[in-house]
């Protein structure tokens, strides 16, 4: 049986994206590679401000990334915490010996900005606000990044943003500091490739691991390089991806995404996570259930791949991922077993 992933990522791949990657690597001092990395980093620049940097490896390194090139050990950072996600950005932080300030907000709710803004005024010298874009653990998505650049920017932080599973079908639509995101989820592309955009020059003033040194990549990315071997087959497999997200366009692909998570926020009969509408994620849906083995168990056996839960709704919850090469009735059929099996 060809299974389908509805999953939070790696997500189903379309099947030009699969024949793009399926190739001999070239050697990437090449001027061959150097133009199709070039091009990459153009089409990267058309979906969001900054600048756009590949490196090899996962979200967590791209977050990793992010952190120590704009934190030095003792900064403070504000990290509200509203799902296992955020708790990840906090413990990166603290991997780089930054002071964390934890908003401590629970599941399925956002804080707004005016309540980071208290916050980080209750503290001096915040250096760095860290926020998650899409909480996968709990389908939770914090549409106020654009105003979280404002408090950031009224407080003299840099607003550090891990959009790992969000970006580019949850546009950002205006300058963030940085933002830190993955190849695998709405990108469309295999893992392998740590993407970040950066609106503001590296800020640390500590050292930092050559594998991610900000400055090194900058540097060679002038020549269409990277300091070191990039993740070629996920950059082939991106360039596809890229021509199809940016032939549809950014608004009309996010679209796409809410039109899909509304009909299983429709018809699924479960009470979804997230307490609000507006936070109601587009890409990676959750919803409480009692059964989430007997959901996962019987829809793996009709050919559909979800997700359980994570974190403390770990064992009450499932997710279920709308990115990737699937089609309506794909979901339609979805939300037909979930129901019968929930009903049983
Ligand atoms: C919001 C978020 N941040 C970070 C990560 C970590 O990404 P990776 O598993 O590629 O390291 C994920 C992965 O699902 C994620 O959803």
């Known amino acids: 049986m060809v299974m389908k992933y509805l999953t939070p990522g790696p997500v189903q791949l379309p099947k030009a994206v699969i024949h793009a990657i399926a190739r001999q690597p070239h050697f990437h001092r090449i001027d061959e590679f150097k133009e199709i990395f070039k091009d ?159 609106s503001k020059e590296p800020s640390s003033s500590h050292p930092v691991p050559p594998s991610m040194n900000l400055q090194k990549y900058l540097k060679m990315l002038s020549r269409n390089e990277t300091p070191y071997t990039p993740p070629i087959n996920v950059i082939y497999g991106l360039s596809v991806s890229l021509n199809y997200i940016l032939s549809i366009g950014i608004e009309k692909y996010h679209e796409i995404h809410r039109e899909r998570a509304e009909i299983l926020y429709r018809g699924i009969k479960l009470k979804p996570v997230p307490m609000e509408h507006h936070v109601r994620s587009y890409t990676v849906t959750a919803f409480y259930t009692e059964k989430p083995k007997e959901i996962i168990f019987e829809l793996k056996s009709l050919g559909y791949i979800i997700a359980g839960g994570m974190g403390e709704i770990r064992d009450r919850s499932i997710r279920i991922g709308v990115m990737g090469d699937i089609t309506v009735d794909d979901l339609n059929k979805v939300v037909e077993v979930v129901n019968r099996v929930a009903d049983r």
């Not at 413990?91 to 930054?98: F, I, M, P, V």
């Open 40 to 198: 990459v980093i153009d089409k990267l620049s058309k979906v969001a401000y900054g600048i756009p940097i590949i490196a090899p490896g996962t979200g967590t390194f791209a977050i990793d990334m992010m952190v120590y090139n704009y934190v030095n050990p003792n900064e403070n950072a504000v990290v509200p915490i509203y799902g296992e996600f955020s708790e990840r950005l906090a413990e990166s932080l603290e991997s780089r010996g930054a002071k964390v300030y934890r908003i401590k907000w629970g599941i399925g709710s956002i804080p707004p900005p005016d309540v980071i803004e208290d916050f980080c005024r209750r503290i001096s010298n915040v250096k760095a606000i860290a926020i998650v874009h899409n909480e996968t653990s709990c389908g939770t998505t914090n549409r106020y990044v654009e105003e979280i650049q404002s408090v950031a920017d009224s407080v003299g932080a840099t607003l550090l943003v891990d959009s790992v599973s969000a970006f580019p079908a949850e546009p950002i639509r205006s300058r963030v500091d940085v933002i830190a995101t993955a190849s695998q989820k709405a990108f469309l592309a295999p893992p392998g490739a740590a993407i970040l955009f950066i």
